[in-house]
T-cell receptor
């Protein structure tokens, strides 16, 4: 049973295109996150949703728009893709947003922008 | 400004020996620290955590030590096993009491040789 799943696993696209990455968790968690792992391997929080409401929005270009149709899903839509968007994107979920709540990560989506 | 740093990008140890992974932080307000482990093509998985009220937390072969005065923590793995070969990330919540905004180090790749 996959706890946090992401599709697609790999995504190769041209600059200027619009693409989406989907994330689903079957853990019954209320909070979901998107992280970006850049070329220097740092994992950085992008967004967090709690029960479909945005609670964290780091300084991410507004070309990135998360959408949460329900608390089990948090999709990431990216408009006008740029070369610098190439990275691995990880979705994660946790029961809540408290210190004791472990975050469970998906396998990642490797996005390559040509 | 990277507030959590792992200055050793890689570490190689012999099976059965001790592995020591280090992490430094700059923000004295951090009150909780986590270690995540990541295998290739998978997302990070939670390994062990420590609250700032403690200086040691042990879970089986894994022990995390916290030195608040030095703003330093370390993960000890004893004895190391080949299956421990992975990337290890140190992390801290940016907001006290809330893991919603985890700040990750850049990771240390551990290789355990049989």
């Amino acid at each position: 049973d996959t706890a946090v799943s992401q599709t697609p696993k790999y995504l190769v696209t041209q600059m200027g295109n619009d693409k989406s990455i989907k994330c689903e968790q079957n853990l019954g968690h209320d909070t979901m996150y998107w992280y970006k792992q850049d070329s220097k391997k740092f994992l950085k929080i992008m967004f967090s949703y709690n029960n479909k409401e945005l609670i964290i929005n780091e300084t991410v270009p507004n070309r990135f728009s998360p959408k949460s149709p329900d608390k089990a899903h948090l999709n990431l839509h990216i408009n006008s893709l740029e070369l610098g968007d190439s990275a691995v994107y990880f979705c994660a979920s946790s029961h809540g947003g408290l210190t004791a709540d472990t975050q469970y990560f998906g396998p990642g989506t490797r996005l390559t922008v040509l | 400004d990277q507030q959590v740093k792992q200055n050793s990008p890689s570490l190689s140890v012999q099976e059965g020996r001790i592995s020591i992974l280090n992490c430094d932080y700059t923000n004295s307000m951090f009150d909780y620290f986590l270690w995540y482990k990541k295998y290739p093509a998978e997302g990070p998985t939670f390994l062990i955590s420590i609250s700032s009220i403690k200086d040691k937390n042990e879970d089986g072969r894994f022990t995390v030590f916290l030195n608040k005065s030095a703003k330093h923590l370390s993960l000890h793995i004893v004895p190391s096993q080949p299956g421990d070969s992975a990337v290890y990330f140190c992390a801290a919540p940016k907001v006290a009491g809330n893991t919603g905004k985890l700040i990750f180090g850049q990771g240390t790749t551990l290789q355990v040789k049989p």
